[in-house]
């Protein structure tokens, strides 16, 4: 393994994967380092609950592949190629869909080739079910892999079909209907505490039995078991290692909720885990986000681990230390803002390991927890990932992107000399104090808004963001330089929203993502809102974003945040789905063709992700751990099959 570190690594379909360097890890004292071990491991072994969540047939699949990967001889042929590029396709989506657009990946191999493939492999290499014959492995398993009608997409969010029947997810039984679902649901909610309401199906598969609904729990002796109780074993180990006895107790806590599966302990775990801000390292591990559910209720499985980046924190401390007021000068109606911050922390972090839904794939900004009542009662917790943004910057560094859609010279040095600055700004707002604002009319919860629950909150904390940003409190607090910085991520962002996002969709296919229908709803609605502020030029056969009024755009971006933060505190469905619908989720195929035809000749991947460090243990003399290592060179097909042989067969 080449243990020198670099930030590009290889390159294939639309993905480029990237390398994060865990700065400072060598300065660690043992016991942190083996805290960081054993919380890696804990945050490795939950890999295939994950995939199992994104949909019912990806473990075989994967293992299926992965056989013929390894063992198929004719590799130097045009079909073997394309197969790799589908197999490392499938590996970074954790499943058989995109892993963004939640589209099904479409073999360019032939069924014919991976037939003979697998007629060629010795069957104990193959995902045989007990009693079942190579033949009707294929009969049951093609129509996945080649037919684009079968579990066509991962997560549909289409207001005119049952979400849940026509989602492959894997998150309810194949014969349970969304309306069975959501009275399911309804009930649970109508019967439980109305104040303080844990995350109802938050770890839980819904089925039917004899006709009947019921929950497969995900947890020590239930569903996912075997799995869990690798994490319980790692998060066990990681328990001498604690920093403080208040990490002890968070870890603790943790691992007594995987044992009961009880949502009551996961809310006492949020709290502890939000109040422990005294510690170097800090992770997460558990049921999480709730995207891949249409419903919006069950979380996929994550984990990470992560050190504090003391300098950078600064900067996030800063803003949560005047949370309320931000608060209280808040655009919104003053009924839905906050009359206490409390608990608000930020930190800027270091990725040490990902995991689960945060690998390859990971988000540069998290805010936790999600659940509404915890966050008004005890506050919360954002930290901004800097060494994952910094891979981001050093992969873009010539790439010729900016050139290519930015209007004109004056606009690139703008984003030239404040644009990092102003992202990671921008990330902070939004993590750190966006999606801690506000507050919720009583008996509302954030699920009333149903499949549009998170389209609305990821643009109610970028409206926050871009509304703060140009707000001179942050040149006052030393955040910004000048109040001339803001207008740098007010252009790169409604770009994106306008433009430049729609490289990462197919020809013929619309917005799908939450982040994405965020980001095209606030552009669009202030381009058709507020048109004297901002406008698409025509140059040369080319469309731009040209900037008429910064100032503007900002009044602009208050009265979104102020129907948005209504939205969500109301639980208004049909100004959500309006919202939406609207402004998030079509596109114009004409501008799209363009925009696709523009990038391609630059030669780039839209999508980027990344390989995870190795850490070993190193024994002394006696067999005594003296120290761990860390080690960067691991490619890419190595580390996710060592992944697929270390981490599997648990599900």
Request: aromatic share 12%; with cysteine.
């Amino acid at each position: 393994m080449n243990d020198a570190f670099t930030y590009n690594d290889e390159r294939f379909a639309d993905l480029q994967m990237l390398r994060y360097e865990v700065r400072g890890f060598e300065n660690l004292s043992l016991r942190q380092k083996l805290l960081v071990y054993h919380l890696s491991e804990a945050a490795l072994w939950g890999r295939d609950i994950l995939w199992d969540q994104n949909g019912r047939y990806n473990l075989r699949i994967r293992r299926l592949l992965e056989a013929v990967y390894e063992n198929y001889t004719e590799r130097d042929t045009d079909q073997f190629r394309v197969f790799t590029i589908y197999l490392k396709r499938v590996w970074f989506s954790n499943g058989i869909h995109h892993h963004y657009g939640c589209q099904k990946l479409l073999p360019e191999f032939s069924q014919e080739f991976l037939r003979e493939a697998v007629m060629q492999l010795d069957e104990r290499l193959l995902p045989l079910q007990e009693g079942e014959t190579r033949e009707q492995m294929i009969d049951e398993l093609w129509p996945v892999i080649f037919d684009p009608s079968v579990e066509s997409k991962r997560v549909n969010l289409s207001r005119d079909e049952d979400i849940v029947l026509t989602s492959a997810c894997n998150y309810y039984g194949e014969d349970v209907t969304q309306a069975e679902a959501e009275a399911f649901y309804a009930r649970q909610k109508a019967s439980g505490d109305a104040l303080r309401p844990v995350m109802y199906g938050l770890n839980s598969r819904l089925v039917k039995e004899n006709g009947q609904l019921k929950e497969e729990v995900w947890r020590s002796g239930g569903l996912y078991g075997k799995a869990i109780d690798h994490i319980i074993c790692e998060l066990t180990s990681a328990l001498p290692y604690a920093e403080n006895e208040r990490q002890q107790q968070v870890i603790q806590t943790l691992i007594d909720f995987y044992r009961t599966g009880d949502l009551q302990t996961f809310d006492q775990y949020s709290i502890q885990w939000l109040q422990e801000t005294d510690g170097e390292i800090d992770f997460t591990n558990g049921f999480i986000e709730v995207y891949g559910d249409p419903l919006g209720l069950k979380a996929s499985w994550e984990g990470y681990v992560n050190l504090l980046d003391k300098e950078a924190t600064r900067r996030a401390q800063t803003l949560s230390d005047n949370a309320q007021w931000f608060e209280d000068h808040s655009p919104v109606d003053p009924c839905y803002r906050k009359r206490e911050c409390r608990g608000v922390s930020a930190k800027v972090i270091q990725a040490a390991m990902l995991g689960g839904d945060l690998y390859p794939a990971s988000a540069i900004g998290i805010n936790l927890p999600n659940s509404d009542w915890l966050r008004a009662e005890y506050g919360s917790k954002s930290v901004t990932i800097s060494n994952l943004t910094k891979a981001y910057d050093e992969a873009a560094k010539g790439s010729g992107f900016r050139e290519e859609f930015v209007i004109d010279t004056e606009t690139l040095q703008l984003i030239s000399r404040y644009g990092t600055l102003c992202d990671d700004l921008h990330t902070d707002l939004h993590e750190c104090l966006g999606h801690g604002s506000g507050q919720m009319k009583p008996n509302v919860t954030a699920d009333s808004l149903k499949n549009y629950a998170s389209v609305i909150e990821e643009a109610r904390a970028d409206l926050f963001a871009l509304y703060y940003l140009a707000d001179a409190k942050l040149v006052e607090l030393g955040l910004l330089p000048d109040a001339e910085a803001y207008k740098a991520n007010y252009y790169t962002y409604l770009l994106n929203g306008l433009l430049t996002q729609m490289v990462r969709i197919q020809p013929g296919h619309q917005i799908e993502e939450a982040h994405m229908r965020n980001r095209a709803l606030i552009a669009r609605w202030v381009m058709e809102h507020y048109a004297s502020a901002l406008c698409l030029e025509r140059h040369a056969g080319k469309t731009f974003l040209r900037i008429k009024d910064y100032s503007l755009l900002r009044t602009a971006f208050a009265c979104l945040l102020r129907e948005v933060q209504r939205i969500k505190s109301e639980g208004d469905y049909a100004a959500a789905s309006y919202l939406v619908e609207t402004y998030g989720v079509r596109l114009d195929a004409t501008l799209h063709r363009e925009i696709l035809a523009r990038y391609e000749r630059l030669n780039l991947a839209p999508y980027k992700g990344f390989i995870n460090p190795q850490y070993e243990l190193v024994r002394g003399t006696e067999g005594e751990i003296a120290d761990v290592r860390i080690r960067y060179g691991e490619p890419y097909d190595q580390q996710m099959l060592r992944y697929g042989r270390q981490y599997c067969g648990i599900v």
